[in-house]
């Protein structure tokens, strides 16, 4: 038990040291040797999680949004937006996000199934899908399509304002893509429910 403990605190030191180096020099740019003096441990501690480079952003990706999936409430479109508002609130400081949002940006996976992008669209695609059959969404809306969607243009969003503000308005941007997109997916009976803010915004301010 000990040693699988100090192993998981070693994997996250790992993973915590790459989304910093990531995150402020590029996917490219970032050597393991970096990683490895950031995280303070042996290079072989390393090369015991992650076989590379390409592995470490892997697993940045993989682990980057579960903290921020909101729990299951009445109303899954409504925690869609609130997942993708407490999604905007951290990207301003937290540093896996933002690595993960460099490599999604500056690297594509072709050779390996899970792409850049996947893992958000999985998130928004099953709360869409059971939103759509809690009667939520238009009927000719398709989760999937949707998902894409809307993870692409959140994508653009907020690199926008991280050009603009150093993504200190990105809520009110997420709040006005949402504003925008709602209409062609919502059924009138949950437009009217939803609230384009998020939750998560309303309870931070």
């Known amino acids: 038990m000990v040693?699988?403990?100090?192993?998981?605190?070693?994997?996250?030191a790992v993973l915590e040291a790459a989304a910093h180096v990531i995150g402020a020099r590029g996917y490219q740019a970032a050597t393991m040797a970096e990683?490895?003096?950031?995280?303070?441990?042996t290079k072989g501690a390393v090369y015991f999680h992650f076989?590379?480079?390409?592995?470490?952003?892997?697993a940045v990706i993989r682990e980057q949004a579960g903290p921020f999936v909101p729990p299951v409430s009445a109303s899954r479109l409504?925690?869609?937006?609130?997942?993708?508002?407490?999604?905007?609130?951290?990207?301003?400081?937290?540093?896996?996000?933002?690595?993960g949002t460099r490599i999604a940006?500056?690297?594509?996976?072709?050779?390996h199934p899970l792409a850049p992008y996947e893992v958000w669209t999985d998130t928004l695609t099953g709360m869409f899908t059971e939103a759509h059959?809690?009667?939520?969404?238009?009927?000719?809306?398709?989760?999937?399509?949707?998902?894409?969607?809307?993870?692409?243009?959140y994508m653009g969003v907020q690199l926008f304002s991280r050009a603009a503000t150093n993504r200190a308005d990105l809520p009110e941007r997420v709040t006005a893509l949402w504003r925008h997109i709602l209409p062609g997916l919502a059924?009138?009976?949950?437009?009217?429910?939803l609230d384009p803010h998020g939750r998560a915004v309303r309870l931070a301010v």
């Open 187 to 193: 059924s009138p009976g949950a437009l009217g429910h």
């Open 3 to 12: 040693k699988q403990e100090r192993a998981a605190r070693t994997r996250r």
């Open 51 to 58: 076989r590379s480079k390409d592995a470490l952003a892997r």
């Open 78 to 99: 409504q925690d869609a937006i609130d997942f993708t508002h407490r999604v905007a609130l951290a990207l301003r400081s937290d540093p896996l996000l933002q690595a």
């Open 105 to 111: 940006v500056e690297t594509t996976f072709s050779d």
């Open 133 to 153: 059959a809690h009667g939520e969404l238009l009927p000719g809306v398709v989760p999937e399509r949707a998902a894409e969607l809307f993870v692409s243009a």
């Open 35 to 41: 990683i490895v003096e950031r995280a303070g441990v």
